[in-house]
């Protein structure tokens, strides 16, 4: 196999840790001398319409049938399974966390993803997990054989150690301002630690989801704290660099996450961190390197973040723990080589 298509909706260049992983990855296979075929679908997933759905098709009609498809979860659990088996292709599924996790879905629609996710999956040759933890998942709750699912961990790129920010620590959180990214429950965390030295910065795109971008910014001025949290938006490569660089400690107070790229990007600068107990993130952080709390509970968070803030020699502790964590963490070759395999698999059988 010197090729496969790699069918993504919407934006690639979009500012979120799944399209960086399928950026990443497409950049290392073309190293790798494998071309990979961007497969542009529409920009609706998952909830695709009529219309979408037919466009969909008519993309994968466009791919040769010797030529196996791999597809980013976003979309792929949200085809019917009909449409796949229909399309005389080979299909792997790229997942980063199942649709249906997602904070802030009516149960109604997590139970209709949870369904329409586990028949298409039923429908792919293989399946490519960004994480053991959504590895276990896939067998444990959508039914696919553990035979069939390979782990292809994201890669960090090698960068330059945090300098930090001097005589008042800064917090720093990277992630879309969505629902399950928590930051009320930051916000809320660092209310509670009003009386100590800090400064925070949260770096993520505030256009996913406007109505909770609204409710993080109401709740940073309900707490007066507009001149001590930072609501930036999403910041470009080198504003991002710079953002890590003056950095203390890094902070997810996420729902739940797939894998949790931000925290490699945060080890691999030697940062502590405090983050949550949530999905992937107690596989993705090695303990002596950070703090992890329960998810949803302010208090916790507060007291962690209060102890790295109040204790400069654990945070040293814990950031030095980081930086050596970081010389063993994937790079995206490793990834692009587990996920060739994958295809060159499929391509074979």
């Known amino acids: 196999m010197s090729a496969f298509a790699f069918a993504v909706p919407g934006d690639l260049d979009r500012p979120t840790g799944g399209y960086a992983y399928d950026r990443a990855v497409i950049a290392a296979c073309g190293d790798r001398g494998v071309r990979v075929r961007h497969l542009a679908l529409p920009d609706d997933f998952p909830a695709p319409s009529a219309r979408s759905l037919r466009e969909t098709a008519a993309a994968f009609a466009s791919v040769p049938a010797e030529c196996p498809i791999l597809v980013d979860g976003l979309a792929f659990g949200a085809l019917p399974a009909d449409l796949l088996r229909g399309s005389g292709r080979r299909f792997v599924a790229l997942v980063h966390h199942p649709l249906a996790l997602e904070s802030g879905l009516p149960p109604d629609r997590a139970a209709a993803l949870r369904l329409s996710e586990r028949a298409a999956l039923a429908e792919a040759r293989a399946v490519i997990a960004t994480s053991p933890s959504t590895a276990r998942t896939l067998v444990a709750d959508y039914a696919v054989p553990a035979a069939r699912i390979t782990v292809a961990l994201p890669g960090v790129a090698p960068a330059s150690r945090a300098t930090g920010s001097g005589a008042v620590p800064v917090i720093l959180s990277v992630g879309a301002v969505i629902p399950r990214k928590a930051y009320t429950v930051l916000v ?10 800090w400064q925070a910065e949260i770096v993520g795109a505030t256009d996913h989801d406007c109505a909770e971008a609204a409710r993080v910014a109401h709740a940073i001025a309900a707490h007066r704290l507009e001149s001590r949290i930072s609501l930036v938006g999403q910041f470009n490569a080198a504003e991002l660099q710079r953002a890590y660089a003056r950095a203390d400690v890094f902070v997810l107070a996420s729902l739940h996450e797939g894998y949790g790229m931000v925290l490699t990007e945060a080890l ?21 390197a950070g703090l992890l709390v329960p998810a949803g509970e302010a208090g916790a968070l507060a007291q962690a973040l209060g102890h790295l803030l109040g204790d400069v020699p654990a945070r040293r502790r814990l950031a030095d723990a980081a930086w050596r964590h970081a010389a063993h963490l994937p790079r995206w070759p490793d990834t692009a080589a587990a996920l060739c395999r994958v295809m060159l698999d499929v391509c074979a059988a």
């Open 188 to 197: 809320e965390a660092l209310a509670a630690l009003a009386g100590q030295m």
């Open 268 to 288: 691999a600068r030697g940062l502590p961190v405090v983050a949550t107990r949530a999905g992937a993130i107690p596989d993705t952080m090695p303990p002596e």
